[in-house]
């Protein structure tokens, strides 16, 4: 008998959107969440070929001695210019786009669906993997104070990061579902809610 073609949906959002706020109520609700950027992290550290371009583009500095990432030395560097944040995203990217594609094989087996959350799909070319992408947004300003209070970022940190995504106004054209998150967490819990049942609808 052959299997039921399986649902893959994307999910995105600047910082402070509260896209993972999104995809915990996910998870609550028993859907399969790959979370692309601890993939990144963990990348960073275990694939060598990663961990020497790194090193070649930004320094010796950029891993400890223990051979973890020099977070605070490695943004400083990336987040310095618009190139340096082109040059981490080419060694990065297409090895996570490699290992997201392999994921999805291995947990569709048993899933009819899985979803993937990722700050950068539209920048890591990352939305024709997916069926629908889903945009979590939210205004700039609030965006930015949740960071701050949240997250400890200064505005000069929220800025730089902000500015190296792309809009909102371009993701908001290339989505296929929007959820706008300028409220609080039980609000967009409703709405997540509201994509389940849509999602439900999806699969045919």
Request: aromatic share 8%; glycine share 6%; proline share 1%.
């Amino acid at each position: 008998m052959e299997k039921m073609k399986k649902l893959k949906i994307g999910v995105t959002g600047g910082i402070g959107s509260g896209k993972s706020e999104f995809c915990k109520f996910l998870i609550k609700k028993g859907f399969p969440v790959i979370n692309v950027d601890n993939l990144a992290k963990e990348l960073l550290v275990s694939d060598a070929n990663i961990k020497s371009d790194i090193i070649k583009q930004f320094g010796e500095a950029s891993y400890n001695e223990s051979g973890k990432i020099n977070k605070k030395y490695i943004s400083g560097k990336v987040f310095s210019t618009s190139q340096n944040v082109q040059k981490i995203n080419s060694i990065v990217h297409p090895k996570v786009k490699e290992k997201v594609q392999n994921i999805i094989s291995d947990k569709l087996i048993d899933s009819d669906i899985v979803i993937v959350e990722a700050a950068l799909i539209y920048e890591a070319s990352m939305d024709e993997m997916f069926d629908y992408v889903v945009l979590i947004t939210a205004d700039e300003k609030i965006r930015m104070e949740r960071m701050m209070k949240y997250s400890g970022y200064s505005i000069d940190e929220f800025t730089k990061r902000n500015e190296n995504q792309i809009s909102d106004e371009e993701k908001i054209k290339r989505a296929d579902f929007i959820f706008i998150n300028n409220g609080t967490p039980d609000e967009l819990n409703k709405k997540a809610n509201l994509f389940i049942n849509i999602i439900h609808g999806l699969i045919v």
